[in-house]
């Protein structure tokens, strides 16, 4: 059973950066696809990024690319989620998923995170 730890939100400025970890407390993500998905307030769940295992590819959405970082340290079962340039439209709770290969759709992911805030201040 693959259980996900995710942490490394908090409070930042505009133009400030966080990094978002998501841990596999049982030592491995399956070997597929680990994503990063954020939910604001009243809206619906949205893919951020994600990063395939095996090759190590990533994608990301329009909104962040340039500005966010996904990464994977296989060794430590550990995804990262680097974001800099934050806007206060990034404001979100932020979930990672992992166990599929469909990187884009939230509901093929088996397991999921208990989120992270991020809030960004203007």
């Known amino acids: 059973q693959v259980q996900l730890v995710e942490s490394g939100g908090g409070l930042v400025q505009a133009g400030g950066s966080l990094r978002l970890s998501c841990a596999s407390a049982g030592g491995t993500f399956d070997n597929r696809a680990v994503g990063w998905f954020r939910q604001a307030p009243g809206k619906e769940r949205e893919f951020v990024a994600a990063i395939s295992l095996s090759g190590f590819r990533t994608y990301y959405a329009d909104s962040v690319k340039g500005r966010f970082t996904i990464s994977s340290d296989n060794a430590k079962s550990t995804v990262y989620m680097q974001m800099n340039s934050l806007k206060p439209e990034d404001t979100a709770v932020y979930y990672c998923?992992?166990?599929?290969?469909?990187?884009?759709?939230?509901?093929?992911?088996?397991?999921w995170g208990q989120g992270s805030q991020v809030t960004v201040s203007s």
């Open positions: 998923a992992a166990g599929t290969y469909n990187v884009y759709q939230s509901s093929a992911y088996s397991y």
